[in-house]
C-alpha cells in the first residue's frame, strides 16, 4: 500500500539533528524567493558548486514545475535549471537537457533529498554533473547529455545573475507547488550528499545533518526559512532573498524530520478533486455527487485530532475519519456511505447527521461556511475506536475526549475494527460551492488566530487539543506507534 511506503519513508525517526521549518509554495498564488541579479556584487565559481535541498511535492498536475533557475538570458543558452518534468521526471538543464530521470516523483506524502554536484573542471564527462537522491546516485536516465558538457564550461549558477527558487523566469507560470527545506548553494566546492545527510543506523532511512559548518563560498547561500519574518533570511550571512507573495503565514513546520499528514493528492476520482495550498485546501470542479478524500498518512490505534474549516459558501461536506484499505469502496461515496468490512468510516455532516458503515443518525449540531469543526479519533489496542466532534471548540453532545469515550460515537458500533486496516482523517465532498481548509498541524490550511499544540509540543490548531491526543506526524508515530 502506498500510505504504508510514504511512512516508512517519511524521517520518521530520531534524528539528533531537526528541521525545524519549512516554506510552502504555491503555483496559484505566484510564490517564489530569488535574489535579484542587482544584489549579487561579483561572480563566483561557475565550474565548481553544489545545490542540496530537501522538498516534500503537494500537486501532481502533469505541468513543469520549476524548482530552480539561475540565469537571465530569454533562451536556454544563460540559464540553469532544476524541474519536476510533465511526466514527474527530475531535470536538470542549461543550454541542452543534460539529465532526465526514468525515475518518477510523485509520492506528495515523502520527503525527497536532493543534491546537484558540478564540477566541470573534471576530466571525466559524465562526472561533471552528478545527481543524488535521498543519500544514493542516481544512475538511470532517458536522457543523459553530460558527455556534451565542455570541461571547463561556465555555468550562470553563482553568476551575478537572477537566481530563483519556485518558478522560471523563461516560463513563468511553470510555479512550483510543495515544500522546500534546507535549501543550500555551495559556490566552490563539489560535496558530497554526505555532506548534508546520513543514514539513520536503525531505520536506514536519510536523514538530515547539521550543515552550520560548510564553506558556502562567495555566492553560495543557506536558506533555513526559521525567521517567519524574513523567509528570504540567508543564514549563512550573505545578501538575503526576495520574496514574492511569500508571507510569515507560509512558513510550515513539515519538515524533513517531522512530517506531517496532508491531504493526499494522487488519490483522485477521475481528476474531480481541486487540491492547493499545500494539499490543506480542497474543492470539486463540479457538481460530481459525493466524492471523499483521505490523508495521507495511516494508523491503526492511538489518538489523533485534526480541524477542518468550511470555507466561503461550503455547504455539502462531511469530515471525519475512513480506512485508507480497498479505496475503490469508499472513495466514490459519502464517509460511512458503505456497510460492508473494507470501508469502515464515520462522517459527521453539514446538516447535523453522522453517518457509520451504512447508517446514520442525528447529532443535532450543523455547521456552515466559517465553521471550524474538530474531529478526534481513539482507536484502542483492543481495536474499538470512537469519534468525537467539535464546532468552533466545543464538543457536541457533552462530549469530553480528554476525560473519556462518553458521548464519543463507537466507529463500529462498539465492535473492534479489524486489526489490519490503516485508517486516516478524511472528507467528503459534494459540489464545487467553496472550499474546505484541513489542518493536521504541519501547515495550517486557514489563518490560526490563537496557536495550540499537542502535548509533545507539535502542530498548529485554533483550539486546545484533547489531552492525550495528538497531531498525526512522523514524530509521534514514532513515539506512539500508529
Not at 561579483?42 to 503537494?58: L, M
Not at 564527462?125 to 561556465?154: C, M, P, W
Not at 492547493?276 to 455527487?289: I, P
Not at 479519533?377 to 468552533?392: A, H, P
Request: include cysteine; charge should be negative; proline fraction near 2%.
Amino acid at each position: 500500500m502506498a500510505f504504508l511506503e510514504r511512512n516508512a519513508n517519511s524521517g520518521s525517526v530520531s534524528t539528533g539533528y531537526d528541521v525545524d521549518n519549512s516554506l510552502k509554495l504555491e503555483s496559484n498564488n505566484t510564490e517564489r524567493v530569488n535574489k535579484a541579479a542587482g544584489t549579487i556584487s561579483g561572480a563566483g565559481n561557475r565550474r565548481t558548486f553544489t545545490i542540496s535541498f530537501w522538498t516534500k511535492r503537494t500537486e501532481i498536475n502533469g505541468v513543469k514545475q520549476y524548482l530552480f533557475e539561475a540565469g537571465n538570458s530569454d533562451s536556454n543558452t544563460d540559464r540553469f535549471t532544476l524541474r519536476f518534468g510533465t511526466g514527474d521526471t527530475f531535470d536538470i538543464q542549461s543550454q541542452n537537457t543534460w539529465l532526465v530521470t526514468n525515475r518518477k516523483f510523485r509520492d506528495t506524502s515523502a520527503w525527497y533529498h536532493f543534491v546537484i554536484k558540478v564540477d566541470t573542471t573534471d576530466g571525466t564527462a559524465a562526472n561533471r554533473i552528478k545527481l543524488y537522491v535521498n543519500g544514493v546516485e542516481e544512475t538511470s536516465f532517458s536522457t543523459d547529455n553530460r558527455g556534451s558538457i565542455n570541461q571547463n564550461h561556465d555555468f550562470p549558477v553563482n553568476n551575478t545573475e537572477d537566481h530563483i527558487i519556485g518558478n522560471s523566469q523563461i516560463e513563468g507560470s511553470k510555479y512550483y507547488n510543495g515544500y522546500i527545506a534546507e535549501w543550500i548553494q555551495l559556490d566552490g566546492t563539489a560535496a558530497a550528499p554526505t555532506d548534508f545527510g546520513e543514514f539513520d543506523a536503525d531505520s536506514g532511512i536519510w536523514k538530515p545533518i547539521d550543515v552550520s559548518g560548510l564553506t558556502f563560498g562567495t555566492n553560495g547561500f543557506y536558506l533555513d526559512f526559521e525567521d517567519s519574518s524574513n523567509l528570504g533570511n540567508d543564514a549563512s550571512g550573505g545578501t538575503d532573498f526576495t520574496l514574492t507573495n511569500v508571507a510569515a503565514a507560509d512558513q510550515a513546520t513539515d519538515t524533513p524530520t517531522n512530517n506531517f499528514c496532508l491531504l493526499n493528492g494522487p488519490q483522485q476520482v477521475q481528476s474531480r478533486f481541486v487540491i492547493t495550498d499545500g494539499a490543506t485546501t480542497v474543492n470539486l470542479t463540479g457538481d460530481h455527487n459525493y466524492r471523499t478524500i483521505a490523508g495521507d498518512m495511516g494508523f491503526q490505534h492511538g489518538k489523533w485530532y485534526a480541524e477542518f474549516k468550511m470555507g466561503s459558501g461550503r455547504v455539502q461536506t462531511i469530515v471525519g475519519m475512513t480506512q485508507l484499505d480497498d479505496t475503490r469502496s469508499w472513495q466514490d461515496t459519502y464517509i460511512g456511505g458503505v456497510s460492508n468490512s473494507t470501508a469502515y468510516g464515520m462522517g459527521h455532516s453539514y446538516d447535523g447527521y453522522f453517518y457509520r458503515n451504512g447508517g446514520s443518525g442525528a447529532i443535532g449540531v450543523s455547521w456552515t461556511a466559517g465553521d471550524i469543526v474538530g474531529i478526534a479519533i481513539r482507536i484502542n489496542d483492543d481495536g474499538t475506536g470512537f469519534m468525537g466532534m467539535s464546532k468552533n471548540g466545543t464538543w457536541m453532545n457533552s462530549q469530553n475526549p480528554s476525560a473519556g469515550t462518553t458521548g464519543m460515537l463507537g466507529l463500529a458500533y462498539g465492535s473492534a475494527l479489524p486489526s489490519h486496516l490503516h485508517h486516516s482523517f478524511a472528507v467528503t465532498l459534494r459540489h464545487d460551492d467553496g472550499p474546505v481548509y484541513a489542518n493536521f498541524g504541519g501547515f495550517p490550511g486557514f489563518t490560526i488566530s490563537s496557536g495550540n499544540t499537542d502535548a509533545n509540543g507539535y502542530g498548529n490548531f485554533e483550539y486546545e487539543v484533547p489531552t492525550g491526543y495528538y497531531a498525526l506526524c512522523s514524530k509521534n508515530l514514532g513515539e506512539l506507534g500508529g
